[in-house]
């Protein structure tokens, strides 16, 4: 049996398939288009070839299949960092290095993505209350943020074998990863200035704001 989009309908008990090709959908979109605005629910039901209502069935709303797109991404995120840390498990400093290569890696290979992750609005204000400490962070975000959690692992573990002169690993991570992300936004939106080559912001970004020492 066929939707009105011509595709085959699902068999009972194969829901969780239409929900697959639903994200996959918007994923592609996202990536073709480049651009967050071009997901909506007949776009995404006009590249799934089914029908708009079907999607009902499985999220709310257009906010919801970008937020399932997210948590596909952040999880990609986290892994790239993890395969390439771990790659290099008796050098703490080329870990490190490594893994804040991959972090800039992929915003540059996948720019849509990036900017979805950490470039669309949230809801709340900034002038209200943060979370003081990361177990305060929402279960969703604190998932969202393991890829971070490498990364201060990854300075832990500098400072213990006397690489690094932090005494604060949490507090410099968060001022590296903020960095990162500067250094990787100044470059898609001022593309004209002459910055140098990205390697080497990387680089110089991870030994001084990590005080690496050795």
Request: hydrophobic share 45%.
């Amino acid at each position: 049996m066929s939707t009105s989009g011509g595709r085959t309908r699902n068999r009972r008990g194969e829901g969780g398939l239409l929900r697959d090709e639903i994200v996959a959908a918007a994923e592609r979109i996202l990536e073709r288009e480049g651009d967050e605005a071009a997901i909506t629910l007949r776009s995404v039901a006009r590249e799934a070839g089914i029908a708009a209502p079907s999607i009902y069935a499985h999220f709310a709303d257009r906010d919801a299949i970008i937020e399932t797109v997210l948590d596909i991404a952040f999880e990609r995120l986290r892994q790239r960092i993890v395969e390439t840390t771990c790659a290099l498990p008796d050098d703490p400093v080329a870990s490190l290095l490594a893994g804040c290569h991959a972090y800039v890696d992929f915003a540059v290979r996948e720019p849509a993505r990036y900017r979805v992750l950490f470039g669309r609005l949230r809801e709340g204000r900034p002038e209200l209350k943060m979370p003081l400490r990361l177990e305060d962070v929402p279960p969703r975000w604190r998932n969202r943020l393991q890829a971070f959690e490498v990364l201060v692992d990854g300075l832990a573990a500098c400072a213990a074998a006397g690489r690094s002169a932090s005494t604060d690993p949490f507090t410099d991570a968060t001022i590296l990863w903020t960095s990162l992300h500067g250094a990787v936004m100044m470059r898609q939106f001022v593309p004209g200035f002459p910055w140098p080559p990205f390697s080497e912001t990387v680089d110089a970004l991870v030994l001084r704001v990590g005080r690496i020492t050795a």
